[in-house]
């Protein structure tokens, strides 16, 4: 695990050596066991190594037999034993015992194809020396990162947007397309950024940098058809063994490692499985909160005593979280407002103290059809088949007189339910993640924008462009088209990147068993029925592995990563959300009605409406805003 940067010339100039320097020590963070550089005439790659497999021998930059070929690599090839016994038997010549080399040789029989092989989570930046052209790639689901642009004729990219932007040779200008987004969706999608002329390289994409010209193709896709059709006892035995696979191949280090506990089904069948793998005691680590409502400590520990594990806990309050939210915000780059961000990263800080990697259940919700709104969407097209002087004009005025019940998720209250139903009316129906998203909707934009900039915005991009996905989607049912854009879009950019840069903001590697594309696949192709029934979400996976789940686990209902932010934004942080928002030497100033912000504070401080995930939104948006960079 790694962070990866390089500047390339088109015109074959000298690389500017103190800028490669300054662009790889921003990333030190993501690689403190040493760096690596290559620097040949017009061409430049650096590295920074957090030392995983092959800790005595694989250094990077890695290089092919006659060093025609240089690779600078950011993650795990699961994988790699087996690569490597059929490249030896083809005659390739190995120096390190490393995964990273592996991927040399496949370039050398397969060209741009080698991506096919690999089985893992991965970035990497491939120099070919013959060709003069750089072959960039990341990983199917996009695990690992990259950003890049291109200025002055050099293509400049990283593992993290505050490092590029900090060698650019001039600042990029804000994109408010890109902020609209952020206000719809908690995150900027893929491949936009928040600076205009800067992109994120999408997931499962691989990018070309030949004598200038640049291209970018995509190189996997998964399909929802046709599905399964052997017995119930035949697909619980091959997701068994699928799943036990891809947890005992994310089981290969050279360091010690241990395992994020949620409480939930996921992470706790990987530790289960882990249980079984390992000679000792499995390491686990849990996060939870003072609020009742939001921890969920104890199913944590009852997996945890079911597995006999090494177990760590950790209590967050919301304690210095506008010192923290301004470190978060740099390692992120760009606004990013998924409250849970903040209990991972404490979350890290806390597991990194005692390993260096560590398994998590990311994934099987988008699956597996873990989310509330997945069997809501049922019953919101229902809904909206009813008569419009119902849904356009009783239910309204319902919602208007009911309170708010705070942060509890979508479908916790009557009263949370029927206030979410008018907006459904506006929304895209293809669009599930807006249609219960706790954002701003196109109605609360149109309010919050200044005139001037709101003529200038499509304040919809962010739903019609998850309405594509969802339309294009290679599958025939509502809730497989859901799932797909889930993956393609909100995993890819909010989720993933958040478990990211908060675990390599503490050094820490974490690895997905459910992000195994092998098994991301054969998911896919589950008939519905294995995976929702009624309300009941991931109806396989809990079939499967009851007999591995404490009771109280298996029948735990979905509650999610979330923090307490409306109570806080309410009680303890309420001046200084005030502060934040409202001060007048910030970018909100400029972008933002005054008055419509003061009015989303007063009513959620007087508990008419629980804006809390709104005002948490404006409030990363204005720290971000004040940072260096901006400041413009």
Request: aromatic share 10%; hydrophobic share 40%; proline share 5%.
């Amino acid at each position: 695990m790694c962070g990866i940067c390089g500047i390339v010339d088109s015109a074959g100039r000298a690389v500017d050596s103190a800028a490669l320097r300054r662009l790889n020590a921003a990333i030190a963070h993501r690689g403190p066991d040493g760096d690596g550089y290559f620097e040949r005439t017009g061409t430049s790659l650096a590295m920074r190594r957090l030392a995983i497999i092959d800790v005595a021998g694989g250094d990077q930059p890695i290089f092919n037999e006659d060093e025609s070929l240089a690779i600078v690599y950011n993650g795990e090839c699961y994988n790699y034993p087996e690569l490597r016994q059929r490249l030896d038997k083809k005659g390739h010549q190995f120096r390190t015992n490393s995964d990273t080399e592996c991927i040399l040789h496949l370039y050398e029989d397969h060209g741009d194809d080698c991506l096919q092989y690999l089985r893992g989570m991965f970035a990497f930046a491939l120099w070919d020396e013959n060709r003069r052209r750089l072959l960039i790639a990341r990983d199917r689901l996009g695990k690992k990162p990259m950003y890049y642009t291109v200025m002055d004729g050099k293509l400049y990219f990283a593992s993290e947007l505050r490092a590029l932007l900090s060698v650019l040779p001039h600042q990029p200008e804000i994109d408010l397309q890109a902020i609209d987004d952020y206000l719809s969706l908690q995150y900027i999608p893929e491949p936009h950024t928040a600076y205009q002329g800067v992109y994120k390289l999408p997931a499962a994409h691989r990018l070309v940098w030949e004598r200038g010209d640049l291209k970018i193709e995509g190189y996997w896709d998964f399909n929802y058809e046709p599905k399964h059709t052997a017995s119930e006892a035949e697909l619980i035995e091959e997701l068994r063994t699928i799943t036990t696979d891809a947890v005992r191949m994310r089981l290969i280090s050279e360091v010690p490692l241990g395992a994020h506990l949620s409480g939930g089904i996921d992470s706790s069948i990987v530790v289960a499985l882990m249980a079984q793998a390992s000679a000792g005691p499995v390491k686990t680590f849990s996060i939870g909160f003072e609020e009742t409502n939001f921890t969920e400590l104890p199913y944590a520990r009852a997996a945890a005593e079911r597995y006999a594990t090494d177990h760590h806990e950790f209590t967050l309050t919301f304690g210095n979280i506008p010192a923290t939210l301004e470190i978060l915000l740099q390692h992120f780059g760009e606004p990013f407002a998924d409250p849970s961000a903040l209990p991972l990263y404490h979350l890290s800080k806390l597991t990194r103290q005692h390993v260096t990697v560590a398994l998590n259940g990311d994934g099987g919700d988008e699956s597996f059809a873990g989310y509330q709104r997945y069997w809501l969407d049922a019953y919101a097209d229902s809904y909206l088949r009813l008569p419009g002087v119902v849904t356009r004009n009783l239910v309204p005025a319902l919602a208007g007189a009911l309170p708010d019940r705070g942060d509890g998720p979508v479908g916790s209250s009557f009263s949370n339910g029927i206030k979410r139903l008018p907006q459904l009316n506006d929304v895209d129906p293809r669009a599930s993640l807006l249609r219960w998203s706790s954002y701003f909707s196109v109605r609360q934009k149109g309010s919050l924008w200044q005139p001037n900039h709101t003529a200038l915005l499509d304040l919809r991009r962010a739903e019609h462009d998850l309405a594509n996905i969802y339309a294009n989607a290679p599958a025939r049912n509502r809730l497989d088209r859901t799932l797909y854009a889930d993956i393609k879009s909100y995993l890819a950019a909010c989720l993933l990147v958040k478990a990211d840069r908060m675990t390599m903001a503490s050094s820490l590697e974490g690895r997905s068993p459910f992000l195994d594309h092998v098994f991301v696949e054969w998911a896919a192709r589950l008939p519905v029925h294995y995976k929702l029934k009624g309300r009941q979400g991931k109806v396989l996976l809990r079939k499967a592995f009851a007999n591995l789940l404490p009771p109280e686990v298996l029948t735990h209902g979905k509650q999610g990563f979330g923090i307490p932010v409306g109570a806080w934004l309410r009680g303890p942080l309420a001046a200084w959300t005030r502060e934040t928002l409202l001060a007048p030497d910030i970018l909100l100033a400029k972008w933002f009605q005054r008055d419509a912000m003061v009015k989303l504070i007063a009513e959620h401080q007087a508990g008419k409406q629980d804006h809390g995930k709104r005002l948490w939104a404006l409030a990363c948006l204005a720290l971000w805003a004040r940072q260096p960079q901006n400041s413009r």
